[in-house]
Each structure stands twice: as structure tokens, then as C-alpha cells.
């Protein structure tokens, strides 16, 4: 299923204060969109406004042509949410936290081919190595990594990873970067929020929000003109420096929004012949468990071969 996401003017109040102030974008099938902003920002309470976690005060938030809110069954399979804090339970192992999920949520799958996707998910997530360490032992970026996997067990059509790489050094960064764009060209809409300005080339969407307000959406070189820095990193200073208010009415008037789908380049042609069927089993839409699971073991063959 690929499913667009769009919001309209959507609003978020705890109380008198504002956290979320009419937010407008779409976001496609087949990409990436960074959510940035300083902390406090109103990110976190964006994401659970799009995920189906809290209804909007008021606004609408869309999944292709229906109102999230009135069909959230027909969407609550397809969506994966890993949030900013832990949510794993600490006495298990990464390997038992997937299994189990497995179990739970692919209940028609048989036990061995859970075990065996539990495996290739920790490869994906490149966690091999701590499969069997309990939870409560891992680095803050390992267990985040857990929860990725957690989600993608499921192969659900829309993701929102609520940072998912803080707490990793810069190289595994960038390969979760990567990660996340091979997901969403697989047919996801993929959701990011992150502090990070280093990989954002890597991305196709930025949208930037300070103090619950919308000051920018757009690709990420438009956002270093519109904001007329050299660097991502510049970009919070110029929008503490002259306000929210000023960025969200200068981006207003900045012209016609340039939100519709990106042009995604075709999926790589694989070698291994497993995943060849898998990636041309239906070109575009979320793979299923046992595609995934295809594609993956094609790649340790591959990584086993180097
Ligand atoms: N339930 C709540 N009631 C009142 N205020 C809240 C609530 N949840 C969040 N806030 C406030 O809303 C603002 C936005 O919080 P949010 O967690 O969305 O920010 P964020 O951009 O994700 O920040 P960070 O980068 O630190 O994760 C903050 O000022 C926070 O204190
Ligand atoms: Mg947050």
C-alpha cells in the first residue's frame, strides 16, 4: 500500500499554549522528510498528531483520501512509530523483543521464519552483534536501533522515527540515513525528525517548524537559499535569531509551495536472484515479510561473499 500523508492546518493546544500552530505540507510515497527544529520546537507533538497517537485540535490530517481520524482502522497496520523514549521492555534481548513482536503481530507467519526475520531485521539495523545481550545493557543508540526494528518487523507503508539516530557516531548515522532511504523508495513515506544537519543532503524533504510554527517545507538545498545560509547548522540561528513569526510570514509569501511528489529514481537492480524477485514482485508498493525477508538474506549472502 503506498499512502501519501497530508495535513491541513494542523493545530495542537496543552491548555492556553499553543504547541503545534496550523501546519500545511504533504508527503509522499517513496520519500523522506525530515522534520527539524530546536528542541521544543512542537516535533514530537507534530509527529503524534500525524501518526494517529493525539487527534489535532483542530486541522485535518489526511492518509490518501481519508481523514486519519475517522479511518484509523483502515490505517493503524500500516503505520510504524518509534518514539523519542525507550519503550522496550529491558530484560529481554534484541532478538526476543523481535520475535516476540513477530508472534504477536504476524500471527499467520510460521515460528521458524519469524526467528529467521528477527535475525535479518537486527542484520538490517546492524545489530547482529548484541542479539542476545538484554536490553538494559545496550547504548542508547542500540536500543533505539531495537525499536527501528521492532517496526520494521511489519513493513508497515508509513514510518515516523522520532530521532532515530541520536546517540550514533557519525558513520552509522549516515548508514541509517541510508537505511531510511531505501525504505522509503521501496514505496514508504518516510518520517524523520532529527538534530542532525550533517546528512540532510541525504533526505528529499526538509520541513523545519520553531515554536509550533511552520517556516519552511521544501528539498534541502531550497531550504540554505531560503533562509540565505551555507550550511543546515546555520539555519537555527537565523530562525531563533529573527523569530518564528517572521520566518512562518516570510515562507507564506515565499510563492507556490513546492510539496508534490518528488521524482524518486527507480529501485537498484539487484544481483542475487532472491532478491531480484522480491524487488520485482510489485514495483513500488511495501514489501511483505517474506519479501523482506528474501531481500535480506540475498544481502548477508552478499556482505558473507565480500
Ligand atoms: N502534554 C503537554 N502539555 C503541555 N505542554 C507540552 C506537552 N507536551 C509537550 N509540551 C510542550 O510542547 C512543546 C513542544 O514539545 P515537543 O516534545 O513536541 O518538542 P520537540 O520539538 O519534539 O523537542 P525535542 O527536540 O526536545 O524533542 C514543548 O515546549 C513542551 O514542553
Ligand atoms: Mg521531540
Not at 530521532?163 to 537505511?179: C, F, I, R, V, Y
Not at 520566518?247 to 537498484?268: E, K
Request: aromatic letters at 6%; one cysteine or more; a neutral charge.
Amino acid at each position: 500500500m503506498q499512502i501519501p500523508v497530508e495535513a491541513r492546518g494542523v493545530t495542537v493546544s496543552a491548555g492556553f499554549k499553543t504547541l503545534v500552530s496550523s501546519v500545511s505540507f504533504r508527503a509522499h510515497p517513496g520519500e523522506v522528510l525530515a522534520i527539524l527544529g530546536p528542541s521544543g520546537a512542537g516535533k514530537s507533538t507534530l509527529f503524534r498528531a500525524l501518526n494517529g497517537s493525539d487527534a489535532p485540535g483542530a486541522g485535518q490530517v489526511l492518509y490518501g483520501p481519508d481523514e486519519l481520524y475517522t479511518s484509523f482502522d483502515r490505517y493503524r497496520m500500516q503505520i510504524g512509530y518509534v518514539p523519542q523514549d525507550d519503550i522496550l521492555h529491558d530484560a529481554l534481548t534484541p532478538f526476543e523483543v523481535l520475535y516476540f513482536t513477530g508472534r504477536l503481530r504476524l500471527p499467520d507467519a510460521p515460528e521458524e521464519r519469524v526467528r529467521a526475520l528477527a535475525d535479518e531485521v537486527l542484520a538490517q539495523v546492524e545489530l547482529s552483534e548484541r542479539r542476545d545481550v538484554r536490553v538494559r545493557r545496550l547504548s542508547g543508540g542500540q536500543r533505539k536501533r531495537v525499536n527501528l526494528g521492532v517496526e520494521l518487523m511489519t513493513s508497515p507503508s508509513v514510518l515516523f522515527l522520532d530521532e532515530p539516530t541520536s546517540g550514533l557516531d557519525p558513520a552509522l548515522e549516515e548508514k541509517m540515513m541510508e537505511l531510511f532511504r531505501k525504505l522509503a523508495r521501496q514505496g514508504r513515506t518516510v518520517f524523520v525528525t532529527t538534530h542532525v544537519t550533517e546528512n540532510l543532503d541525504m533526505v528529499d524533504r526538509v520541513l523545519l517548524l520553531c515554536a509550533g510554527r511552520l517556516t519552511f517545507v521544501g528539498k534541502p538545498k531550497a531550504a540554505l537559499g531560503f533562509f540565505g545560509v551555507e550550511h543546515f547548522s546555520d539555519i537555527y540561528a537565523k530562525l531563533t535569531g529573527m523569530g518564528a513569526d517572521h520566518w512562518a510570514r516570510q515562507f507564506s509569501a515565499s510563492g507556490p509551495r513546492d510539496d508534490g511528489p518528488v521524482a524518486v529514481p527507480p529501485p537498484q537492480p539487484r544481483a542475487a536472484p532472491a532478491a531480484a524477485r522480491a524487488a520485482n514482485a510489485a514495483p513500488g508498493r511495501p514489501k511483505t515479510a517474506d519479501e523482506l525477508l528474501a531481500e535480506l538474506e540475498a544481502e548477508i549472502e552478499r556482505e558473507k561473499r565480500r
